[in-house]
């Protein structure tokens, strides 16, 4: 990074931080409670440009690192890890534009995803195809100048209150290898895609992820990213390495969260004479909880600077996003028992951080699928 970029990423945590202070915690748990969008601070998050973060400067978006990109999602999901979904799979979307689409297209796209004019998220799986996404069974067949698509999603993020989603399709569905006839396209809202229901989730609540139908759906043939069919998947994938990144830093920031509230708590209740955290167990517990946030942001600090390297890193990414959404686990789990029977109400803000914590285990890969991923590069790059 040069200086300039220091300052600016300087300026930019700055103004963020004093963002989440005072227009979002103060309203975090009632959001979360009601399962209320937060459309006012979404046009705020607009407005400071969260939605280019990572879209370059010649399309209008901020071009920043993803490193520093990693740490804004950081400290956004110390305060509410919902509002990292609303900017992560958009800019999923908008990366596999910028990596993959032609000129076109990212002349088009990309100026309208910076500025959240176009929002949206990922569209992948499907009621009987989640890890094993060669299984899906949307199908998209040319027509004249149009894909015609028809299927069903779920699970997808952003898209209710979103106006566009990159949405994995079968072009060819005989291919062999499946993958060879899986392809991405640029949906945009419209005739024949249709939001069937919002999905009841036990946390990430307030940001929308619904079911979606598609019924003789046209998009225009100029929507395929690449403009080359079968290119789908890998497209996809390659944008996955930057979600896990996100996800782990995810991880970092409800890990921190968790610390940030046993840390407080447990210094103002007393339990026989003397605050808990002058108790040899809650010690224990607190050394080991600050001991994984910190060890989570130093491997997602390395995953991403691989990544903004250009480097291959599905390893580094799988082990960031494993042990960060790990330590976010268990980190809200003990700051909940630290915080005894409190911890059981939905009073305190680490209740939140239970319910929130187990998603980040799940999505972007599973952690079981992470740890085949680490274990396979481990094998790829030390042959014997
Ligand atoms: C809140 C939320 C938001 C989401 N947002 C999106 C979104 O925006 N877009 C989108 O496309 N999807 C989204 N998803 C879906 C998510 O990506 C999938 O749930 C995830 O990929 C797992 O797929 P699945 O649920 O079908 O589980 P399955 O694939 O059925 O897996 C079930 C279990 O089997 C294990 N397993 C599967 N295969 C293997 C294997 N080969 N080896 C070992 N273990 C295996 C898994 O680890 C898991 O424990 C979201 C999910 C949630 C809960």
């Known amino acids: 990074m040069t200086p300039q970029d ?24 009632k959001l979360d409670h009601d399962d209320i969008y937060p ?36 400290r956004i999901s110390r305060t509410w890890m919902s509002l990292s979904g609303i900017i992560n799979s958009h800019l999923i979307m908008a990366s596999a534009v910028q990596r993959h689409g032609t000129q076109a297209q990212k002349s088009l796209f990309l100026p309208r995803f910076a500025t959240g004019e176009l929002r949206g998220g990922i569209g992948l799986t499907e009621p009987d195809a989640g890890t094993d996404l060669q299984a899906i069974r949307t199908v998209a067949r040319k027509d004249g100048e149009d894909y015609v698509v028809n299927g069903a999603k779920t699970w997808i993020t952003n898209s209710g209150q979103g106006n566009c989603i990159a949405l994995l399709v079968k072009t060819d569905p005989d291919a062999q290898p499946r993958h060879r006839g899986m392809s991405l396209l640029l ?18 609540r307030g940001i929308d992820t619904c079911e979606l139908l598609f019924q003789d759906y046209r998009v225009p043939a100029d929507r395929l990213i ?11 994938l390659s944008g996955l390495e930057l979600g896990r990144i996100n996800v782990a830093a995810r991880g970092v920031g409800v890990a921190q969260a968790a610390l940030d509230e046993a840390t407080a708590y447990s210094q103002i209740r007393k339990t026989f004479g003397k605050p808990i955290c ?6 224990l517990k ?10 989570a942001r130093l491997l997602v600090e390395s995953a991403a600077r691989a990544y903004d390297r250009g480097e291959r890193c599905d390893m ?10 790990e330590a976010a686990l268990e980190n809200a789990t003990e ?25 980040l285990t799940i999505g972007e890969g599973t952690n079981e699928m992470q740890r085949i991923i680490i274990a396979r590069q481990l094998i790829e790059r030390n042959p014997v």
Do not use: W
């Not at 949906?187 to 990430?204: D, H, I, M, N, S």
């Not at 002058?278 to 010690?283: C, M, T």
């Open 286 to 295: 607190l050394g080991e909880m600050a001991t994984r946030v910190e060890a």
């Open 6 to 29: 220091h300052e600016q990423e300087a300026m930019i945590l700055d103004m963020l931080d004093r963002f989440l202070e005072t227009e979002v915690a103060p309203h975090v748990r």
């Open 226 to 236: 690449g403009g080359v069919e079968g290119r789908g998947l890998q497209q996809i």
């Open 316 to 325: 580094e990414a799988g082990m960031a996003k494993y042990f960060a959404t």
């Open 39 to 74: 459309a006012e601070i979404v046009e705020k998050m607009k407005e400071m440009g969260l939605f280019g973060c990572i879209i370059s400067e010649d399309y209008g978006g901020l071009g920043l690192s993803t490193a520093t990109y990693a740490r804004i999602i950081t």
């Open 335 to 359: 700051a909940m028992r630290i915080h005894g029977g409190y911890g059981y109400s939905k009073e305190y803000n680490v209740e939140r951080l239970y319910r929130d914590a187990p998603l």
């Open 278 to 283: 002058e108790h040899q167990a809650i010690q």
């Open 187 to 204: 949906a945009e809202k419209g005739p024949g895609f249709q939001v069937t229901r919002k999905l009841e989730k036990l946390g990430y």
